[in-house]
Every structure is written in C-alpha cells, then in structure tokens.
C-alpha cells in the first residue's frame, strides 16, 4: 500500500494552513501522498464536546500569548512570510468549506484551495461574505456563481457531513489532525511525527 497522511482539514483553521504549505515538503522527502480531507471544525468540535483554544484558554494567563509564539517560530523556521492573521477571523467556514467538496466534483478542486487559502491566510479577505467569495473564486479562473450554487446541492452538504463524522468516529477533536494509517497526530507540532511515522512505513 502506498505510503499516505490523511489531513483533517478547514480552511477557518490557521494552523492548516501552515500544515498545508509544510506537508508537500514532508510528502516529497518520504514518498507519500497527502489526501487532504474537508470538514467542518465547528462540527468537529460539536461532536467531541470540544471549543476553540480562544475559548478553551481565554482564562488561562499566558496561554494564548505562548501559542502565538509557537506560531511565529513555526512561521520563521518554515519561512512561511506571506502568512497573516485574518482581520475577520474567526471566519465561518460552511460555504467555502462546501464549495471545496463542490470544486472536487467539478475536477477544480487544486485550483479553488490554494486560491481560498490565499484569501484566507495571506491577503485578509471576508471568506463568509458570499460576493467576496465570488470574486476571488473568478478572479482565479473559477466560476464562482457555479461553485456557490453547487453548495447546495444535497451530495455536496452530505459528503462533508459525512467526512466530519467519520473523523470525529476516528478520533478527531479539532483541525489540523493527521492520520497515518490508524495513528493520530494533532496539530501543526506534530509534523515531525507523521513524517517519522510515514518514514518507517514499508516503501
């Protein structure tokens, strides 16, 4: 069987998005491929009983101000610069996360990723605003109309329902989480370990 990391992902989530751009550097040195899956974070956390680390943490002294630092170390050690935190965040996820699984059926799906991340996490655009979808989906090349319609439709809400369930049955609790075969790693930190653990898997 081939070498692979199944990737738990929501575009809301700013450490996939760090994960996404290290990934394909961990995938090139072992040989794997990487099988990005879409769900929602806020479904994840409704099914595990599980909130945000901004809520989790807001009490708790010095949390917040350590996790930023890991993530500016993280951002620095993977000269991740065109990183930036989204003025709008936190950003709800459903339509875009939606129009994922929709660019997929469509064979768009690269295309619409790298464009959303973008919006996302390098140039601050409102991702929950459906005009402002729009254009940065056909200012990639995509037609955004089409995609945002294709939200709708009944397979396309069902597949991401269903992957959100299945993680959280594999034991998911939040975004970034990654599976190599049955084992689980969260969290952009533990990188290290998937690659190990995909390293020591059988070419």
């Known amino acids: 069987?081939?070498?692979?990391?199944?990737?738990?992902?929501?575009?809301?989530?700013?450490?996939?998005?760090?994960?996404?751009?290290?990934?394909?550097?961990?995938?090139?040195?072992?040989?794997?491929?990487?099988?990005?899956?879409?769900?929602?974070?806020?479904?994840?956390?409704?099914?595990?009983?599980?909130?945000?680390?901004?809520?989790?943490?807001?009490?708790?002294?010095?949390k917040m101000e350590y996790e930023n630092l890991e993530t500016r170390r993280f951002i620095e050690r993977h000269g991740l610069s065109k990183f930036s935190l989204n003025p709008h965040f936190p950003v709800n996820t459903l339509q875009i996360m939606r129009g994922?699984?929709?660019?997929?059926?469509?064979?768009?799906?690269?295309?619409?990723?790298?464009?959303?991340l973008v919006a996302m996490?390098?140039?601050?655009?409102?991702?929950?605003?459906?005009?402002?979808?729009?254009?940065?989906l056909n200012a990639a090349g995509l037609d955004g109309n089409a995609l945002m319609a294709a939200t709708q439709d009944a397979e396309v809400k069902a597949v991401l329902m269903q992957n959100t369930g299945a993680a959280v049955a594999r034991g998911a609790f939040?975004?970034?989480?990654?599976?190599?075969?049955?084992?689980?790693?969260?969290?952009?930190?533990?990188?290290?370990?998937?690659?190990?653990?995909l390293a020591g898997l059988p070419a």
């Open 1 to 62: 069987m081939p070498r692979s990391v199944d990737f738990i992902f929501d575009f809301g989530s700013p450490n996939a998005y760090l994960s996404h751009k290290v990934l394909p550097q961990i995938a090139a040195r072992t040989g794997a491929t990487v099988n990005l899956i879409p769900c929602l974070l806020g479904g994840i956390f409704k099914l595990s009983n599980n909130q945000s680390p901004m809520a989790a943490f807001a009490s708790v002294k010095g």
């Open 100 to 116: 994922l699984v929709a660019a997929r059926f469509a064979g768009v799906g690269d295309v619409y990723l790298e464009a959303v």
């Open 121 to 136: 996490w390098e140039t601050g655009q409102k991702m929950d605003d459906p005009g402002v979808i729009v254009t940065v």
């Open 174 to 197: 939040g975004i970034p989480t990654f599976f190599v075969g049955n084992e689980m790693f969260f969290g952009k930190d533990r990188l290290w370990q998937v690659e190990e653990a």
